[in-house]
């Protein structure tokens, strides 16, 4: 077959360029980072350039060739882990399995069986992490049980479960807790599984206070927490995990991680743990791909970038004026509810769900690549560049966002009522 014969890939229509995706060239600043996975970016030379070094050598080992590697990465993250958190467990390549790996040490390790998580959760996209999940909506077409799964209400200030306001709850949503366990549970609960900041589930951010009183709480009955920073990881936050900043009081037991590690979208995720809880054999948890050497040298490297660039004081920087820019937007315009976010882990709320699906449309024709929250059911606007996204982004991303604000917000000759629908794929956000 000539060359000319052959079709031509759809793939051939996108180029990506730091925090910028080319679409049948046209420019696209990309505020979701891939989904939240393209923590440095699309293209960035120092991993690239180790992985084409790799891929001239081997492209799979199996784990067992490949534990001196983990080790080693592993020890180069000890300085950026919570000093209890000395064992590690690298075989997963996605944040579904790398949860239900810490859920399987927390029951091992505890001999206990039940599994605390909260309302608007995301743990993944297996049969487990689903069940574990805090959506019925993702459940709902499927018989997906979590024996001994507990759900309890989020931590939402925004819209508090228990009535409540901040200045009076007592932090009555980490208190109730308790509750759960002595009157939802079967007695014998081995883990509480939390994202420091909640991220599908609208990027709901806790007080502070929420973390000491669940540790508070754990600490009693003996459970094992699990910080997931699947998304907070990396440096999403600021600090290289949340569990080491914002969510320092959470005090984990084990911290499981994706997305970003990987760098520019290679999939690796592992589990940090206190060497108590280092108790899985192989055959108990394992993948084909886990701890393959393509994904060893982009955690690696990924890891040495943020270290060596300062990429977290770039976050901070970066935060400050992108937060602030937000704020301005949401005196400006009417819709624009609730700024809020750590890091570079922004968000605002819209009226509705529909809102946000009309508003991520009008975006893309303004060159933004935005998501929004429970996968087009929420009503929220995630706002999540790459870490390495300069002053110019931030400003290519909030004039982007005036302009579509600005359209969004225009006055309509009529506006009829419609129904809401499901997303479609294109809407769906992580």
């Keep these: 077959m000539s060359s000319s014969a052959i079709p031509v890939s759809a793939l051939d229509d996108y180029v990506g360029r730091g925090a910028h995706l080319y679409i049948k060239g046209v420019k696209h600043i990309d505020c979701a980072s891939g989904t939240f996975n393209l923590s440095l970016g699309y293209d960035n030379p120092d991993v690239v350039a180790a992985l084409h070094r790799q891929l001239d050598r081997v492209l799979h080992l199996s784990s067992e060739f490949t534990r001196s590697k983990s080790q080693e990465i592993f020890d180069l993250l000890r300085p950026v882990l919570p000093e209890h958190l000395d064992s590690f467990w690298f075989r997963d ?241 009417a819709p624009v509810m609730n700024v809020r976010g750590k890091g570079l882990m922004l968000a605002f709320d819209l009226p509705s769900a529909k809102d946000v699906s009309a508003f991520i449309g009008i975006a893309r024709h303004h060159g933004l690549i935005l998501r929004g929250s429970r996968y087009g059911f929420g009503n929220t606007v995630k706002v999540r560049p790459p870490l390495i996204v300069s002053e110019d982004d931030v400003d290519e991303i909030l004039l982007g966002l005036r302009a579509s604000l600005a359209e969004f917000n225009a006055p309509t000759e009529f506006n009829a009522p419609t129904e809401f629908t499901a997303p479609t794929e294109s809407e769906k956000g992580m």
């Design 93 to 333: 390549i996605t944040g579904s399995t790398a949860n239900e790996a810490a859920v399987r040490m927390a029951q091992k390790a505890t001999g206990r069986t039940d599994v605390i998580s909260l309302f608007l959760s995301h743990h993944g996209q297996s049969a487990a992490a689903t069940g574990l999940s805090g959506n019925a909506f993702r459940q709902q077409s499927f018989s997906l049980p979590f024996v001994g799964s507990i759900k309890v209400p989020a931590p939402d200030c925004n819209h508090c479960f228990f009535g409540q306001t901040r200045d009076r709850c007592n932090m009555l949503c980490a208190r109730r807790v308790e509750d759960f366990i002595e009157y939802a549970s079967s007695g014998r609960v081995a883990a509480m599984v939390i994202e420091p900041i909640l991220g599908n589930g609208g990027n709901v951010v806790p007080d502070p206070e929420y973390y000491s009183v669940i540790r508070e709480i754990c600490d009693r009955h003996g459970i094992v927490i699990i910080a997931d920073e699947v998304q907070t990881g990396f440096g999403r936050t600021g600090s290289f995990f949340a569990s080491t900043g914002y969510a320092k009081a959470l005090r984990p037991d084990i911290i499981t991680f994706a997305k970003g590690a990987g760098g520019v979208g290679i999939p690796v995720a592992g589990v940090l743990m206190r060497h108590e809880l280092d108790v899985l054999e192989p055959w108990e948890h394992s993948s084909t791909s886990g701890a393959n050497p393509l994904a060893l040298v982009a955690l690696e490297e990924t890891v040495r970038y943020i270290r060596d660039n300062y990429i977290l004081d770039n976050v901070t920087r970066m935060s400050k004026l992108l937060k602030y820019g937000l704020h301005e937007l949401e005196a400006e315009f």
